[in-house]
């Protein structure tokens, strides 16, 4: 049945309106909720209808079939006009003066709401919670795709319904609705600093090469008496190999290395000896005498037979077993 202008479907109220901001009329608080303003002959023709309270309503912008929920604060507009919030314009892409089709419904309580800001800030709040179930109570329902507006601390913040259960459209008055954040918009994922590839040029990096480290050579140090008395016995030195040598040269244009190998090889090899002299310099540099490997066993022998102590004189072993 139709009546002056308005649609009745049983318990159903339809009727369409032009539409204006809430700037239009000294009523600030409308832009911090989401309750419309509609004319006196409206609250005439619900209250002739079996309809749920709290009001709710759905607005639809029929050119482009964009539909979003509202509820009413006051029946005072002009008839034939409504005034909403500015922000709710913006979500039904609706201008001052356009078209919007009203009709009442009747929506579940919502259990569950997602929610994404538009920025990082209000992520930064103290308390983003505690300041949205603030603001939630200026709202009577939520309706997924849309973009509410929160203010705090003279600042606005933007925040899409990205999803609402149990349905599209829910109602948030007197229940416990459990709520969810998505990433704001405009975050951005922190850059990995990844270390700059090596120029390639036509000549390569010269290869450094490790000098061979000199070979450990044991019992290679002098000699010491437990009582401490000087040595009677000198032992020949260690043999050490040519190429470790050091060369110094003497007063007769001769190395100290080549004085080292000749004493080296009056020393039998695989012999164990406690201490040499190998690596001292020679007091006086002489030249070889010869025969002076058969002096020193001569000399070796007389020293052993005196009955005198003598350190480091036991058996011997080698090294080779």
């Not at 922000?87 to 009442?104: A, F, K, P, T, Y």
């Not at 929610?115 to 505690?130: C, G, M, R, V, Y």
């Not at 973009?147 to 459209?169: C, L, Q, R, W």
């Not at 020949?236 to 190395?255: H, T």
Request: hydrophobic fraction near 30%; charge should be negative; charged fraction near 25%.
């Amino acid at each position: 049945m139709f009546f002056d202008g308005y649609h009745y479907h049983g318990t159903t109220f339809e009727q369409s309106y032009c539409c204006y901001p809430a700037s239009f009329i000294d009523k600030p608080q409308i832009e911090s909720g989401d309750k419309i303003i509609m004319p006196p002959s409206a609250l005439d023709r619900l209250a002739s209808l079996h309809i749920d309270y709290p009001m709710l309503f759905e607005l639809r912008n029929a050119g482009i079939e964009r539909v979003s929920h509202c509820g009413v604060l006051e029946f005072i507009a002009e008839e034939g006009m409504i005034y909403m919030p500015y922000w709710m314009m913006q979500n039904l892409l609706l201008q001052e003066g356009d078209i919007v089709r009203v009709r009442n419904v009747t929506l579940p309580k919502g259990t569950y709401v997602k929610l994404q800001p538009h920025t990082q800030d209000f992520l930064e709040i103290s308390n983003p919670k505690a300041i949205l179930e603030t603001a939630l109570r200026n709202y009577s329902c939520l309706t997924t795709g849309d973009s509410i507006m929160v203010p705090y601390n003279n600042k606005k913040y933007f925040i899409d319904i990205v999803e609402t259960k149990p349905a599209n459209g829910i109602s948030i008055i007197e229940t416990d609705c459990e709520v969810d954040f998505a990433t704001p918009l405009d975050y951005k994922e922190p850059e990995r600093h990844t270390a700059p590839a090596a120029a390639k040029g036509p000549a390569k990096a010269e290869e450094v090469v490790d000098e061979p480290e000199p070979k450990f050579n044991p019992f290679t140090g002098s000699g010491r008496r437990l009582d401490g008395r000087p040595l009677a016995y000198e032992p020949p030195p260690a043999s050490i190999p040519k190429d470790k040598q050091p060369v110094v040269a003497n007063g007769n244009g001769q190395s100290s290395a080549a004085s080292s190998s000749e004493k080296a090889a009056r020393q039998a090899q695989g012999k164990l000896v406690f201490g040499s002299n190998a690596n001292r310099a020679p007091k006086e540099a002489t030249p070889p005498k010869v025969g002076a490997g058969k002096e020193t066993k001569q000399e070796e022998q007389e020293k052993k037979e005196e009955p005198k102590f003598q350190a480091f004189t036991g058996k011997k072993y080698s090294l080779r077993g």
